[in-house]
């Protein structure tokens, strides 16, 4: 826990605002493909619904805070002594990658699903985007740049990223059923398409509300876990918050992890409190990528942050 006084946790308040924004999703088709909801406060699961889909499912961009909370591990492991050398084989720094900085293309033939839709080399690819502003200047929403870090790590620890992952994050934290789609090289997809369940999206809510600390433990540096968490850019477009490394930041709430159709692990740090949503796509990578998600859908963190947040904030200012 982050802070030095404990907020004050009213089960009763906590388990009518869950209810509540299950009402809601019951009540509007927009949330149909909520796939279920996790609310741990303290270090206890306090609410757990599932709804819809398998348990461990893609959690799509939530898993660049797994790439990015991976290179914090690699760092501890002297495997990357400077976050401001090159993350080879890319030509841009570790830093400007993990804020999604480095300046090149992401639209047009350079957009994840045109990508995705190719046969050859998806790494060659992103590393020829063509360079729009100067590295390290503008925040530009970036899954070429996530896919650049799993290489990275890969080259740097001279080990497969899903071998590294396995041993030096999931294992500690108690995370066994797991799966990381690949590209056409067979490099796992640093920017998405990891797939856990709810309790282990919340462990990682916990290691990065604990600054890295595992029961007591440290896992990841607590200065490279609060880097994470901060703002090192104002962001932009999906979220429009500030972005960290892998993690979005909302100041008047804590920070986020977030992937499309749904995905949201939010960290509550005064609250002491992580909240769990996702979302079930049926995603098929293809090629050409396919879902089932319908038309006007919407994310269950849009009732959680309405209904939930306040109530768990509420007890933080107690």
């Given at each position: 826990m982050s802070n030095s006084s404990s907020p004050v946790f009213n089960q009763k308040k906590v388990l009518r605002a869950c209810a509540e924004v299950l009402d809601r999703i019951e009540a509007n088709p927009a949330y149909e493909r909520t796939s279920g909801l996790l609310v741990e406060v303290g270090g206890e699961v306090r609410f757990a619904v599932d709804r819809r889909g398998p348990a461990v499912a893609d959690v799509f961009s939530v898993t660049k805070a797994v790439t990015a909370t991976l290179v914090g591990i690699a760092q501890a492991d002297g495997f990357v002594p400077d976050l401001d050398a090159p993350a080879k084989p890319s030509p841009h720094t570790w830093r400007q990658l993990l804020t999604m900085t480095r300046g090149c293309e992401t639209d047009g033939p350079w957009e994840l699903d045109a990508v995705m839709a190719r046969g050859d080399s998806w790494l060659e690819h992103w590393l020829a985007a063509p360079a729009v502003t100067d590295p390290?200047?503008?925040?530009?929403?970036?899954?070429?740049?996530y896919h650049l870090l799993g290489a990275a790590l890969t080259e740097a620890t001279r080990r497969p990223l899903a071998e590294y992952a396995a041993e030096r994050l999931f294992a500690p934290l108690g995370i066994e059923e797991w799966a990381w789609l690949t590209d056409p090289d067979g490099l796992p997809l640093g920017f998405g398409h990891l797939?856990?369940?709810r309790p282990a999206l919340a462990t990682f809510g916990r290691l990065w509300l604990d600054q890295g600390r595992l029961d007591?433990?440290?896992?990841?540096?607590?200065?490279?876990?609060?880097?994470?968490?901060?703002?090192?850019?104002?962001?932009?477009?999906?979220?429009w918050k500030g972005y960290g490394f892998g993690l979005w930041v909302d100041k008047s709430m804590g920070f986020f992890a977030s992937g499309w159709a749904g995905q949201h692990v939010l960290v509550l740090p005064a609250a002491d409190a992580v909240v769990v949503t996702t979302g079930y796509a049926a995603f098929d990578p293809g090629p050409p990528p396919t879902d089932e998600m319908p038309e006007g859908w919407r994310p269950a963190v849009k009732l959680v942050r309405e209904v939930l947040v306040p109530v768990l904030l509420a007890g933080a200012s107690s």
């Open positions: 390290g200047k503008k925040f530009r929403y970036d899954d070429g740049a797939q856990l369940d007591g433990r440290e896992l990841l540096p607590p200065r490279y876990a609060r880097a994470m968490a901060t703002a090192h850019t104002t962001g932009g477009a999906p979220e």
